[in-house]
């Protein structure tokens, strides 16, 4: 019986002294996470109507991005991201990295993220 408490003790010890190395590695995760948490890309403009159910011709250019490095062409899923609610620098670029490394990398997917704009 005391052997076990014992080992219960050790590994105790054991754990709290691994707890500040996990912190940091913890920690150093999230950071990457957040740096990666977005794709800097060239801005593209589609000439968008301002009121697409009035008599209006106004229109503004309305900015997004895209990716199309695992694009398979015609017949290809396309995915959407929908951006904020304002504008997207293109230091931001593509939101959610997940999307375009990942989802569209297995799809064959065209991946567009258009501003939000009303």
């Given at each position: 019986?005391?052997?076990?408490?014992?080992?219960?003790?050790?590994?105790?010890?054991?754990?709290?002294?691994a707890m500040p190395s996990l912190g940091?590695?913890?920690?150093?995760?999230?950071?990457?996470?957040?740096?990666?948490?977005a794709i800097p890309a060239d801005p593209y403009n589609y000439t968008q109507l301002i009121d697409h159910f009035g008599t209006?011709?106004?229109t503004?250019?309305?900015?997004?991005?895209?990716?199309v490095t695992w694009f398979?062409?015609?017949?290809?899923?396309?995915?959407?991201i929908?951006?904020?609610?304002?504008a997207i620098e293109p230091s931001t670029g593509i939101f959610y990295p997940f999307v375009t490394d990942v989802l569209a990398k297995?799809?064959?997917?065209?991946?567009?993220?258009?501003?939000h704009r009303y």
């Open positions: 019986r005391q052997h076990k408490r014992q080992e219960g003790v050790e590994q105790q010890q054991h754990h709290e002294r940091r590695s913890v920690l150093a995760l999230a950071a990457a996470i957040a740096a990666a948490s209006s011709t106004a503004y250019e309305q900015r997004y991005y895209q990716n398979g062409g015609p017949g290809s899923p396309i995915l959407c929908m951006g904020g609610e304002g297995r799809f064959g997917a065209a991946v567009i993220e258009p501003e």
